[in-house]
């Protein structure tokens, strides 16, 4: 099994070629990100109406006056149900991204500071998690377990952390091959403060770094995961569904579907570009 | 490279081993029962429970597991709840069109990262604009772009067929497969583009490129012999890795351009929890792409033993 960290698409971000933001930016986009973030979090309060029940005439256009950005095929507000659905979507990718930032820094750094057959194994099943298709895992295995949100963040979860995993361990192996952790573990300092104070600041920015640029990924195979059917089940809203729900509408009216669509092209594009910025603050090689 | 190809295939064989395992185990814990499902509703227990005999569905877990091997290796998925056809039947009909449309997404993908690497790289003028649309596009939901496609190009300007696979004539099934292969091609072309671009530049700094040209050589004759080659290789492994990843794509693309393929299959087995169907299209795709990226290494590593 090669030892390459397989760059999937998520990490392609953090490949050479993509160019580097300035400082000033940097920080503008990192506040974008802060401000995308609280729409999410205030998305309920803002939405003008009720998202599941009916509350005008159906289909009607983009502008009109009480509903923005028009209503679906049964009348509901377009505006509400994409906030409510952009709060899911945004949360959702979060978590799948700190779950498996969390799990696999863990086992990246057992393995890492373990070495020896205890980085042998735990490597060994990361590559083998690492060449199976996560898409098409991720896709299986919440079809098995049955759509539902809280089957779907288990499923995406489960395919997701391997890669942190593997980054993890590289960072770590890296750091601990520096003159200052030999220092400090000649000085007599334990096996807990070594990892906790000389290896891991080491290793934080280009695992978060990456966590940040990884962010979009998710958002983009949640959203596809949600248009096949196995998000939330019907009367939700949520990004994804609410496009796949409403393609019939595509000819006669065609922002239903769109808009949906359009509100996880703003989250993974806003997740990305604050990636870079955040890469820049923080100054990492990768 | 002999050893390297013999490990690889150990590698390869194991990887396709745990596929098979974690399908084999998701199809044990999704709901449906294949003996209710072939018995249908009304069925007895005690009828049930003989079906579930016969089926060996009362073996233990290893037991079952090696019998759902050996069928899958003859290419045996047993029968769909939804088409009530064996599962093998609907997949042999539905695997060339995934394999049209992944090579023709990869022929794209292949030409817009050309294009964008070539463009960065040798500074073409007004170029920019074109990479900055392909770089917020490559962050979009494929359904997104397969909806806008169609809206554009077909419902507005009536350039394009926006659905199925086109019959009568090559003319036709050409314009049926532009949309969907591009829509399918931009994510993998931005990758590919971007480390193509990256080895383009390295290579045009190198001492040897500017030993070419102060020795009068023309720009054509620098790029040929002296830049392509030594650029391209990062990029060919990504290239092998982003065919796999079409394969996985296609499932979204499928279904909403109704391209009669194993992803709008697969798309079509979930709303009824058709396990088999789901169960076969994964372990096939996903061999297809774990023998894909495998190929790949394999290819690499021959074009630079350094790797083995």
Known sequence: ?286 | MLRFLLRRTGSLIVVLLVLSAVVFLLQQVSPGDPARAALGANASRAAVAAERHRLGLDDPLAVQFLRFLGHAVRGDFGTSYRTHRPVATDLASAFPATLELVLAAFVVALLLAALFAASSALSWPFAGIGRGVLLVVATAPPFLLALVGIVVFYARLDWLPGSGRGEGGPGSELAHLVLPATVLAIAPALAIGRILRAGLEATLAADHVRTARSKGLGQAAVLGRHVVRNAIGPSLAMSGLQLGFLFAGTVVVEQVFSWPGMGNYLASSIPTSDYPAIAAVTLVLGAVYVVVNTLADVLQTAADPRLA
């Open chain 1, 1 to 286: 099994m090669s030892t390459v960290v397989l760059p999937r698409r998520a990490a392609l971000a953090t490949l050479p070629g993509r160019r580097r933001t300035g400082r000033r930016t940097a920080w503008t986009l990192v506040a974008l990100l802060a401000a995308l973030t609280l729409l999410a979090v205030v998305a309920r309060l803002l939405a003008p109406d009720d998202p599941i029940q009916p509350v005008a005439a159906p289909q009607l256009p983009l502008g009109s006056p009480e509903h923005l950005l028009g209503t679906d095929a049964i009348g509901r507000d377009v505006l509400s149900r994409t906030l409510f659905g952009l709060q899911t979507s945004w949360f959702s990718a979060l978590a799948v991204v700190a779950v498996g930032l969390l799990v696999g820094g863990a086992v990246g750094v057992a393995a890492g500071v373990g070495g020896g057959w205890v980085d042998a194994l735990l490597m060994r099943v990361t590559d083998l998690f690492l060449a199976l298709p996560s898409t098409l895992v991720a896709i299986a295995l919440v079809a098995a377990l049955g759509p539902g949100l809280r089957n779907t963040l288990l499923g995406m979860s489960i395919v997701w952390w391997p890669y942190y995993a593997r980054l993890v361990r590289a960072e770590v192996r890296s750091v601990v091959a520096r003159p200052h952790v030999e220092a400090a573990r000649l000085a007599g300092v334990g096996r807990v403060r070594l990892v906790l104070r000389h290896v891991l600041p080491g290793v934080v920015p280009t695992a978060v770094v990456t966590a940040s640029l990884d962010i979009g990924n998710v958002v983009l195979l949640l959203a596809g995961l949600s248009f096949l059917g196995l998000g939330q089940p019907a009367p939700a809203a949520e990004l994804g569904a609410d496009t796949a729900a409403n393609t019939q509408l595509l000819l006669s009216a065609w922002w239903v579907p769109v808009v949906p669509g359009v509100a996880v092209l703003l989250l993974s594009l806003v997740a990305n570009l604050a990636g870079d910025g955040i890469r820049t603050l923080l100054g990492t090689r990768r």
